[in-house]
């Protein structure tokens, strides 16, 4: 059964990019990717991405090789630079209107919510978030862009430490 999965990163303060949507605090952190609730494990159940354009234009910046290898929607009102031959499919929609077709896209694996905390934000109000797993950085920011700027109700279902990270698999509660 697909899910809907927000998976990301946050410093103590519950930042997941500086004021500046820099992520050098995240980048020089010790983790393992093959770790307890690491990405190399995540992303092999992945079967599309939603993706803000802020952090579309991040990675594109800071990983010129970059090339997604899942069907990706970026959520954007702006012009974007597309990757060539990429499955890019930027969108103004509602994730409403496009989480049918992620989930048909993700035939039967999950849709991973990658940046940023309003995006994942946008997906739990309209019922469509199913779970947050948030790496847990020992850093504080004091400022950026929130992990999840509104309020969402969760269950823990798993801790791990892998490196430097406190690692939590929630559960997103909906309203009875």
Known sequence: MTRTVYYTATSLDGFIATADHSLDWLLTRDNDPAGPMGYDGFIAGVGAVAMGATTYRWVRENDPGWVPERPTWV??????DLVPGADLRPTADDPARVHAA????????????????DLAGQFADRGLLDEVVV???PVTLGAGAPLLP??????????DRNGEFVVVRYAVVRPA
């Not at 959520?75 to 974007?80: A, G, K, Q, S, W």
């Not at 992620?102 to 905390?117: F, S």
Request: proline share 0%; hydrophobic share 50%.
């Open 75 to 80: 959520f954007t009102h702006r012009e974007l």
């Open 135 to 137: 790496a847990i950085a």
């Open 102 to 117: 992620m989930v048909e896209a993700a035939a039967g694996r999950d849709v991973y919510v990658v940046g940023g905390g």
């Open 150 to 159: 509104r309020r969402v109700e969760l269950a823990v279902q798993e801790v």
